[in-house]
Nanobody
Framework: VQLQASGGGLVQAGGSLRLSCQASRSIAEDMGWYRQAPGKQRELVATITRGHFPNYGNSMRDRFSISRDNDKNTVSLQMSNLEPEDTAVYYC??????????WGRGTLVTVSS
């Protein structure tokens, strides 16, 4: 399976962005988003089951919302009230049942103060 993320860009603090990730085929497993800021480790933003149950990383629930469309094989991340600390490369992710991790190429989000 391949994952293609889109929707990143430059936004002012307090603004919003919506990221989307297109999978090359139907995904039964959880889909999710991670991010990696400069000089920091990659961290969980959110995951969502095929049944639309979300799980958020620390401090992510208040401003981020994850959703998925199983018919379109997509997972999206709505980000609101963005802060400069949200600046990072955001990666779409799926862990297949075989244990293989699949990552998208990442999309850069830059939040200016």
């Amino acid at each position: 399976v391949q994952l293609q993320a889109s929707g990143g860009g430059l936004v002012q603090a307090g603004g919003s962005l919506r990221l989307s990730c297109q999978a090359s085929r139907s995904i039964a497993e959880d889909m999710g988003w991670y991010r990696q800021a400069p000089g920091k480790q990659r961290e969980l933003v959110a995951t969502i089951t095929r049944g639309h149950f979300p799980n958020y990383g620390n401090s992510m629930r208040d401003r981020f919302s994850i959703s998925r469309d199983n018919d379109k094989n997509t997972v999206s991340l709505q980000m609101s009230n963005l802060e400069p600390e949200d600046t990072a490369v955001y990666y779409c992710h799926v862990q297949l049942r075989t244990g293989v991790d699949v990552w998208g190429r990442g999309t850069l989000v830059t939040v200016s103060s």
